[in-house]
């Protein structure tokens, strides 16, 4: 349903912290798909609840594939090559981050790690089900060049947590140091499928709701919401059809068969992968 462009996350900042917390975290990094804006809310979020700390970010979307940037200030801008990101999340004193490297599913640099300026990989990220990009990851990682880190990748309040990074300490600069240091470790697990397809549902119904208020009318005021701003975007006939995708997709079974189907895809790209055969794929879902 990607060229409906529904947004891949409906969750609000604060209550990601408060879930963090809860979910006995010291540090969450909020790293929005080429925005900080998200970061930004959850960090002053986080100046008035007491045990967590919140690490500006960033997922920069390059041309090379994906790249994290943490503990920045500002935007960095979409669209550059890998090493002309690094180098603007280098001014700024950030430290970067292959997420998801070898993803079947995502733009992912690949082995172009190795060629990069990189302060971690992800080893463990919790929204990649497959059998196949996380362990190819810990082997690459055997190296000892770059820092271990796990992520949940949660685009959903439920699933934070679910994977994370073990480091020396219980604050953010603690963190910085333990990501230099290459101490950090990976721990968790990944996320089941019956969450990954509530995730789904619930952006869908979520974003329908926001169709209709803007089909009545009722969202009319000043907002810097991304998503709000997304369906007013929407032409009439993009919102129509929004919400017949929706309607088709949300009738039981059809998530759960999606959810299916896509299991299989990604044990055959796991296994084309591994013999370095051809298959159809990756597909990027965003």
Not at 137 to 148: M, N, T, V
Not at 186 to 208: E, F, R
Request: glycine share 10%; charged share 25%.
């Amino acid at each position: 349903m990607g060229l409906l462009r529904f947004p891949e996350s409906v969750s609000n900042p604060e209550e990601v912290v408060k879930k963090a917390k809860k979910a006995g975290m010291d540090v969450v990094c909020i790293t929005d798909h080429n925005s900080i804006k998200g970061a930004e809310v959850a960090y002053k979020a986080a100046k008035h609840i007491d045990g967590i700390e919140v690490v500006k970010g960033e997922e920069v979307t390059t041309t090379d594939g994906e790249i994290l940037a943490l503990f920045i200030e500002e935007e960095i801008p979409a669209g550059l090559s890998a090493a002309e990101t690094i180098d603007l999340i280098r001014e700024q004193g950030g430290l970067t981050v292959a997420p998801h490297p070898f993803s079947l599913h995502c733009p992912s640099l690949k082995h172009k790690i190795e060629e990069l300026d990189l302060d971690g990989i992800e080893v463990l990220n919790g929204g990649h089900i497959d059998d196949y990009s996380n362990p190819k990851a810990e082997e690459i990682a055997q190296s000892g060049r770059w820092a271990r880190l796990g992520g949940s990748d949660s685009h959903y309040i439920k699933t934070i947590g679910y994977t994370y990074t073990h480091f020396e300490g219980n604050t953010a600069e603690e963190l910085r140091h333990s990501i230099l240091n290459k101490t950090t470790s990976a721990g968790g697990i990944t996320i089941p499928m019956t969450d990954a397809i509530a995730w789904s549902m619930q952006v869908v119904y979520h974003s329908d709701l926001l169709i209709l208020r803007s089909i009545m009318g009722l969202d009319k005021g000043e907002t810097d919401d991304p998503i709000i701003l997304k369906v007013r975007g929407m032409s009439r006939l993009q919102k129509a059809g929004a919400l017949l995708g929706s309607l088709v997709y949300l009738t039981p079974p059809i998530p759960f068969l999606v959810g299916m189907t896509s299991k299989r895809l990604f044990r055959r790209w796991a296994l084309c992968e591994r013999t370095d055969s051809p298959h159809m794929g990756p597909i990027w879902l965003q």
